[in-house]
């Protein structure tokens, strides 16, 4: 580990040709992954990885170098090749590197480690198995689990080392139905910063028969009714919607590069005043938590959103210096071999103060959303477009029958203005970000919302 190297040589090698930050990142950890289709496991995976990253940062830009040679003398002359991709003042401030700070261990029951490969093995088997025999409309079944152990630690230029460890399992379950010609697809996944205890609160099984029940209740669905509606967002839709209608645009690297709605908008309001959007990565054992991000800035939860004001953005290292401003603790990057981006990490919508049931008695016709599909979002006007994949219709305060081919579409900053009513409860889905060419583990979380109108596309 780094503590075996002469950290502050590295680090002055860094910048020996100029620059006012300097890092070193290592990473190690390894990571299985176990894939079954159509009644056969189609891949076992076991990897493992171990490297170093060095970054500089002068006048705003970054030089950049990764091995998988963790030795001294390769990290000074990975130090020496990065710096030779520098100009700027020569860097005059003593180097002094203490002790590593190291985050608290995280308590884990079961240690995927201390798992029987073959245990792992039958279990996406048996998910997998469950499902396709569920019914006769079942076409195809596909189960994956992944489980991944990494440990990082990082050193800068300003003296700060860290340490921490990370634990995550998850497992995911799509299965196709069909009845004629008319194909509908079921997914459902679960996933958090644990061992193998994950599947106490729901065995892979009833996570891939929840997957094949919603694909075959879509085959009996009718088509959903297009146009201008209320819409009731159950909080087990997850935060979809939240994640990409604001959540990227309060990322301070959109808002500084003008591709942001959210941007110069600080202290408007943004949303309706019973809205309060947290990105918080100290929830424990969420899936998007750390003790420390990979810039090794302590995880924070920070409110982005209050009763409707904006208040703030996500920061890395890098464009908190532009702002002169302290990072947030979100600078994320997927491996070694990346340098760090603003990420979120758990988004969420704060619960309010309405039972659920009670906001759906409100509305005499509309479509009450369960789960949510994949979307996308132009963060520049903030516009979006979101699939249903399980909604029904309200009729006379009451959920009734369900119907399928959904769609959500409107403005971020419109539909959180058109926010009537926040329920009690609180849902999370999860899920693997990408931006820039990396994924990172999130999660994203809503209580029920009723959104006064917005556009449902399907049969007109």
Do not use: W
Request: with cysteine; proline share 3%.
């Amino acid at each position: 580990m780094l503590e075996n190297f002469n950290i502050s040589r590295i680090l002055r090698t860094a910048l020996s040709s100029g620059g006012e930050f300097a890092e070193i990142y290592l990473e190690e950890g390894a990571a299985t992954q176990i894939v079954a289709e159509d009644g056969k496991i189609e891949k076992v995976l076991s990897v493992s990885d171990r490297g170093v990253s060095i970054r500089v940062i002068s006048d705003f830009r970054t030089a950049f170098g990764y091995t998988n040679e963790v030795t001294e003398k390769s990290l000074l002359e990975l130090a020496a090749s990065v710096s030779s991709g520098v100009k700027g003042g020569i860097f005059d401030r003593n180097i002094i590197v203490g002790a590593a700070v190291s985050a608290p261990v995280m308590f884990i029951r079961l240690h995927p480690d201390n798992i029987r490969l073959e245990q792992k093995v039958a279990l996406v088997a048996q998910a997998e198995r469950a499902a396709r025999e569920s019914s006769a409309a079942i076409r195809q079944v596909m189960a994956v689990y992944r489980d991944g152990v990494a440990r990082m630690q990082v050193a800068n230029s300003l003296g700060e080392f860290s340490a921490c460890s990370r634990i995550g399992t998850m497992f995911a379950s799509q299965v196709v139905a069909a009845s004629g010609d008319l194909i509908q697809t079921g997914y459902e996944s679960n996933g958090a910063c644990r061992g193998f205890e994950l599947f106490d609160e729901k065995s892979a099984v009833e996570i891939a028969l929840a997957a094949a029940k919603r694909a075959e209740m879509m085959l009996s669905a009718r088509r959903a009714p297009g146009g201008m509606m209320p819409v009731v967002l159950s909080s087990e839709a997850g935060g979809t919607m939240i994640h990409e209608a604001i959540g990227h645009g309060l990322e301070a690297d959109l808002v500084q590069g003008g591709v942001s709605v959210y941007r110069g908008k600080l202290g408007e309001q943004v949303a309706s005043s019973l809205v309060t959007v947290i990105d918080d990565s100290t929830i424990p054992y969420a899936r998007g938590s750390f003790y420390f991000d990979s810039e090794g800035v302590r995880g924070q939860k920070n409110v982005l959103v209050e009763n409707g004001i904006l208040k703030g953005y996500l920061y890395d290292r890098l464009t908190g210096m532009k702002e002169g401003c302290s990072s947030t603790g979100n600078g994320r990057r997927e491996s070694y071999h990346a340098k760090p981006i603003v990420r979120m990490t758990n988004t969420l919508i704060a619960p309010g103060s309405t039972a659920p049931e009670e906001i759906v008695k409100t509305v005499p016709s509309g479509l009450f959303v369960r789960k949510m599909g994949g979307g996308q979002v132009n963060t520049v006007t903030g516009d979006f477009m979101f699939e249903v994949t399980e909604g029904y219709l309200i009729e006379n305060g009451a959920v009734c029958e369900p119907v399928r081919g959904a769609t959500l579409t409107g403005s971020g900053s419109e539909v959180l203005k058109n926010i009537l009513m926040v329920g009690s409860d609180l849902g999370f889905g999860i899920g693997t970000c990408g931006k820039d060419g990396q994924g990172v583990p999130v999660s994203d979380a809503q209580p029920t919302l009723l959104i006064g109108s917005m556009t449902v596309g399907g049969a007109v």
